[in-house]
């Protein structure tokens, strides 16, 4: 194991509790699946010598020295200088960004989906061992919507080391309500709360749920309220939004739809006219709530018939797939809707994207590294292999051009200049 990767020990299991939770609580509590808290980023010089490397923008690059200093990429074609991590025979890339995930959500002690009677150690503990698996899956960026847990999870990570994926978070989202929704004012001051609570983004429900029939629940005029308060607030909007609350939310100024199922191709076309970020989900999501459907059932309106309808529908997701990438100029961003099942396997969304959207293997993977970053408005930081980018960097087991499934055997991940995993196989070649 290379030096530079951190190893589980009980002052990370001690740290984790000091910083992550409130109250008397013993070390030994949380068990041994915690994960290590890593060295601050070395200041030194690392670099990463590479023969095969993608650039995050659609490029391939040739024997690229990767230079790290800082937490940042200095240059690729850096010198001997400094301690070397050999990556050849690996398919090198930014890490991944998933704008849409639930970090919160997870299955408790029972193996059921945890709900707020859920003791809080053992919620904290669900939503960093969430991060953790994220991270493992080449994921060193996401876009966690829905929970005020997110906020001290993002902190954590941001400001003490903790492992896990960089988070942005919409805290709790903004949920439509038609005629009872509120005055303009009131839904104004709805943004700047979330803007006061520290969110780095709002999160509006203009449909209701699709296993409750995906109805709209706000107007266009109310989709352009909040989205211009978010926007004077300085803060982005992503609207989950089905059939022609699509173009409504795009209309609004509204700078990200999710799932778009029931849309038509005119609904699209008027969001690329306008500049919005699409974000279906066709290859995780469902199948994992199919998959897990007992674990889920009997909580909020997980029920068999809401179940049945997205099963039914997931067709439905392939063609409004199939339509936003077929579409000139659509920006077609990843996410995933992760949920509990779900966390550490968002690379199967790539496979589902190249199955079911017929995108091409090296579209898919921009779309979660510089489409993704310009999604998130770090498009000047993150998503690409360049000198003064953060130094997020995974290296892949094979060649995901080839063959796509190698987005499954992720064997190195770097986030910030820090390196998390580092598991080189006895296969690769040089």
């Not at 951190?6 to 509790?17: C, D, E, K, Y």
């Not at 699946?33 to 690059?61: K, S």
């Not at 779900?342 to 079911?356: D, K, Q, T």
């Amino acid at each position: 194991m290379h030096p530079l990767v951190s190893l589980v020990t009980s002052r990370a299991r001690s740290r984790f509790l000091s910083l992550f939770l409130i109250g008397a609580c013993s070390a030994q509590t949380l068990g041994a699946q915690v994960a290590p808290v890593p060295p601050p980023a070395p200041p030194g010089p690392v670099v990463l010598i590479t023969d095969r490397a993608l650039d995050g923008r659609g490029n391939l690059l040739r024997g690229s020295r990767i230079g790290v200093a800082g937490g940042r990429i200095t240059s690729l074609k850096a010198s001997a200088a400094g301690a070397t991590i050999d990556l050849r025979g690996y398919t090198v890339m930014p890490g991944w960004i998933d704008t849409h995930v639930h970090l919160d959500s997870h299955f408790d002690r029972t193996g059921r989906i945890a709900t707020d009677t859920e003791p809080p150690l053992e919620a904290a503990m669900g939503i960093a061992l969430a991060a953790w698996e994220t991270l493992m899956g080449g994921f060193t960026t996401v876009q966690s919507v829905g929970s005020l847990t997110e906020r001290p999870l993002r902190n954590i990570i941001r400001d003490h080391g903790f492992p896990g994926p960089r988070v942005l978070t919409s805290l709790e989202w903004i949920e439509g309500k038609g005629d009872s929704t509120g005055t303009p004012e009131q839904m104004r001051a709805i943004v700047r709360e979330r803007k006061a609570q520290g969110a780095d983004l709002v999160k509006i429900f203009a449909s209701t749920s699709q296993r409750v029939g995906a109805r709209p629940t706000l107007t266009e005029a109310q989709l352009r309220i909040f989205c211009d308060e978010a926007a004077a607030q300085g803060l982005r909007s992503m609207v989950h939004a089905y059939r022609s609350q699509v173009s409504a939310a795009a209309r609004a100024g509204c700078k990200q739809v999710e799932h778009a199922t029931y849309a038509s191709a005119e609904d699209i076309a008027t969001a690329v006219r306008m500049g919005t970020f699409i974000s279906p989900q066709v290859g995780l999501v469902v199948q994992n709530y199919i998959a897990n459907q007992a674990r889920y059932l009997g909580v909020g309106n997980y029920t068999e018939a809401g179940m049945a309808t997205m099963d039914r529908d997931l067709p439905l997701d392939f063609d409004i797939c199939r339509i936003a990438v077929a579409t000139p100029d659509a920006k077609v961003v990843f996410s995933t809707d992760a949920t509990a099942g779900a966390h550490g396997h968002n690379a199967e969304e790539f496979l589902g994207r190249v199955a079911h959207c017929g995108q091409s293997p090296m579209a898919a993977l921009v779309s979660a590294q510089s489409l993704a970053a310009e999604a998130l408005g770090m498009g000047n930081r993150l998503g690409r292999l360049a000198p003064g980018y953060e130094a997020d960097i995974i290296a892949l087991d094979g060649d995901p051009l080839a063959d796509l499934t190698a987005v499954r055997r992720v064997v190195f991940v770097m986030r910030g200049g820090v390196v998390y995993k580092w598991a080189p196989t006895a296969t690769r070649k040089h």
